[in-house]
């Protein structure tokens, strides 16, 4: 089974920190995904990465920055976090190649920014 | 990316068959129509996915219109773990998936 693992399931950080969400797979995945979920608002895509050192802006990229140095590994960097950034954030990673391979999900991470 | 629509929430009995509705009317010939759920305190996990044909595996089934702009999956027998969000979604010619709000399932015991 494809595994996404989240480091952090919960992370409290104080307003202006430098924030670093990390995700690793471990099925050579090319294709690896940031999402930000929100009551009422469902689940929302930050940025998105097809390969090493490739990266897409997603639908909200404002105030993120992402990072993919390794294929399994795709960071997500909030540079000064904000408290409407509270959010639970989800990453999720897929074979490239063919376009209707399903997403593998990590567990989230739970963020609050105080 | 094409839009989906679906009912924000559905209530089922244990054991009994549950019919889960997506209307897309905007689909483009090349869209997958994918379905996803999204149990409490989880990401989200794939359920099943097709083009045109129905189809089946081990959680469920998908049925599609002929023309195309609905579809339904279906829960033979509804489970209480089967209580989750679930989300019909259009993918395009891009990998990435845009998830709408879902439908979130009750399985009343």
């Known amino acids: 089974d494809v595994k996404v693992t989240q480091s952090s399931r919960y992370l409290v950080k104080r307003t202006g920190e430098k924030v670093f969400l990390e995700c690793v797979q471990d099925?050579?995945?090319?294709?690896m995904f940031w999402y930000r979920q929100d009551p009422g608002l469902g689940l929302r895509l930050i940025y998105f990465?097809?390969?090493?050192?490739?990266?897409e802006k997603g639908d909200i990229p404002e105030g993120y920055s992402v990072s993919r140095e390794k294929k399994e590994r795709f960071s997500l960097i909030l540079e000064s976090a904000s408290t409407n950034q509270t959010s639970m954030y989800l990453c999720?990673?897929?074979?490239?190649?063919?376009?209707?391979?399903?997403?593998?999900f990590g567990n989230g991470t739970r963020l609050t920014v105080t | 990316d094409a839009k989906t629509t679906q009912p924000n929430s559905m209530e089922s009995n244990e054991e009994e068959p549950v019919h889960l509705p997506c209307n897309h009317s905007t689909i483009s010939g090349t869209d997958y129509i994918h379905w996803y759920r999204q149990l409490p305190s989880q990401g989200p996990e794939y359920v099943i996915h097709g083009l045109t044909s129905n189809v089946n595996n081990r959680m469920a089934s998908l049925a599609i219109a002929e023309d195309r702009k609905s579809s339904t999956l279906i829960l033979h027998r509804a489970t209480l773990r089967d209580a989750a969000v679930y989300y019909c979604i259009l993918q395009g010619g891009s990998e990435k998936l845009v998830f709408g709000k879902g439908t979130k399932l009750t399985v009343n015991p």
């Open positions: 990465s097809y390969d090493v050192k490739m990266k």
């Open positions: 999720a990673s897929s074979p490239g190649g063919v376009n209707n391979s399903p997403l593998h």
């Open positions: 099925m050579d995945h090319e294709n």
